[in-house]
């Protein structure tokens, strides 16, 4: 979907797809009209009764669509019913409904009943009676955007109004690592003292796109700080000194690379309300995580509680139903968790007594993204593992929910999604990184440099 406004009226014809991806997507085409094909709503019908996450989204779909058309008639949705406007949007669309199983076929040789050729159908249908006004089919599914052209529909798009990036390899990393020696690049320089503090004032010219709470470093590891304030003339950068910083440590943990020194600093920083983690797998995310909840918990007694949760995606065939509380359900989805607690405690005398007795001095709890909705936590670690597999509605949903006093951390690894309704590009993690990537209270590490065994980074480069 187009991202400018146009003077030229069009049509839009949604799939399914995309009101699962965002259950109130209709209303994001600005002047233009948006078309629901019947068959549109009898998909989201059979979706709406599963025991699965999308069906929720199907839900609100159909509860966001009649309450657009709920006072129409019958005549008023086949001539279009106007929608609310967004923002400073001074004109609004239309909502038309269509019985696409009274059209005739405009596709022959491909079988009438199967439901995606039933949508293609109904755009090609528009294209030919609506001519010139352009009609676009506008869906999610590859293939079918390949079968729509190959039948003659002319515009074919992907819905693109979430998505701030179109290449994951440009996602904000959350440093910016000058090439040879920091101090040689930045020439004049005013430096200032606050107690235990430095601070240095360079020229917003040496970094003209730099954003709050960027870290800085350099190739020759000679200098480390972080972005705390921006104007138009110049940045103030707080120093933190590149070998002080990688001696910073929580319960035991030391960072092993420069990635996860400034992780570790961000995650310490009471500052800081959110702290974003990205990365491969084995570079230390739920580790350092753990770690520095654990230390502001128990050792510095800044918060209450630990809670932590992710969304249970099937990676393959489902195990069955899980006996027990909402605790012990989740326990096999956050085996992370417990995974990173006995490495934490492996040199102790009696490991598993002491991760049982961290579990209940931190106050460890399991919880399910299902059961967010409607919270208030407060004086809390939220650690939200895995996020990748979450939509941006369904993390804005989670960040909500952090009240007075709570730090949220979240990590995910973009290369492994497990939703069959996200990509790298679309996916929640993907959208809070460029969203929260200049608010004051958030920290965005992409933790570079993955500090595994020799087998599993064979397989990462090679498998």
């Not at 529909?153 to 910016?176: A, N």
């Amino acid at each position: 979907m187009a991202r400018r406004k146009s003077k030229e009226k069009k049509i839009y014809v949604l799939d399914t797809n995309i009101l699962l991806h965002e259950p109130f997507a209709f209303l994001n085409f600005q002047e233009h009209d948006v078309v629901i094909p019947m068959t549109v709503l009898e998909e989201l019908d059979h979706i709406k009764d599963r025991n699965k996450d999308v069906s929720r989204d199907a839900r609100v779909a159909i509860r966001a669509l009649e309450d657009v058309l709920k006072d129409a008639s019958p005549d008023q949705m086949l001539q279009g019913v106007a929608m609310p406007r967004q923002g400073e949007q001074k004109q609004g669309g239309h909502l038309f409904i269509v019985n696409d199983h009274h059209i005739t076929d405009e596709i022959p040789g491909l079988p009438g009943g199967e439901n995606d050729h039933l949508i293609i159908n109904t755009a090609l249908y528009l294209q030919r009676e609506k001519s010139p006004t352009k009609v676009i089919l506008v869906t999610k599914d590859i293939n079918m955007r390949l079968k729509a052209k190959g039948a003659g529909l002319k515009l074919v798009e992907d819905y693109r109004t979430d998505q701030l990036i179109d290449d994951v390899r440009f996602l904000y990393k959350g440093y910016y690592k000058f090439p040879g020696d920091f101090w040689s690049q930045v020439g004049e320089c005013r430096t200032e003292n606050e107690g235990r503090e430095t601070y240095h004032y360079v020229s917003r010219s040496v970094l003209p796109n730099a954003y709050l709470n960027e870290y800085l470093i350099d190739e020759v590891e000679g200098f480390a700080g972080k972005v705390v304030a921006i104007t138009d003339k110049e940045i103030r950068i707080i120093d933190f000194g590149y070998e002080r910083l990688m001696h910073r440590h929580a319960w035991g943990i030391h960072p092993k690379n420069i990635y996860q020194a400034m992780a570790m600093q961000a995650l310490l920083d009471p500052q800081m309300d959110l702290v974003i983690l990205t990365g491969p797998a084995g570079c230390g995310k739920t580790l350092i995580a753990l770690a520095a909840a654990l230390e502001l918990v128990i050792e510095k007694g800044m918060y209450d509680k630990v809670i932590v949760t992710r969304n249970t995606p099937e990676i393959a065939e489902s195990i069955g139903f899980l006996p027990g509380t909402e605790e012990e359900k989740m326990a096999p989805w956050l085996a992370a968790i417990t995974d990173s607690l006995e490495v934490l405690h492996k040199t102790d005398e009696h490991p598993h007594a002491s991760v049982n007795y961290i579990m209940e001095k931190a106050n460890i709890q399991f919880k399910s993204v299902n059961f967010m909705r409607g919270r208030s936590i407060q004086n809390a670690i939220v650690i939200l593992d895995e996020c990748q597999n979450l939509s941006a509605a369904q993390l804005k949903t989670i960040i909500t929910r952090c009240g007075e006093g709570t730090k949220l951390i979240c990590s995910g690894n973009l290369s492994q999604i497990d939703s069959n309704y996200l990509t790298a590009v679309t996916s929640g993690l993907t959208y809070i990184v460029e969203r929260f990537k200049n608010f004051e209270g958030s920290t965005t590490i992409n933790l570079n440099g993955v500090v595994r065994s020799r087998l599993a980074s064979f397989a990462e480069a090679n498998l």
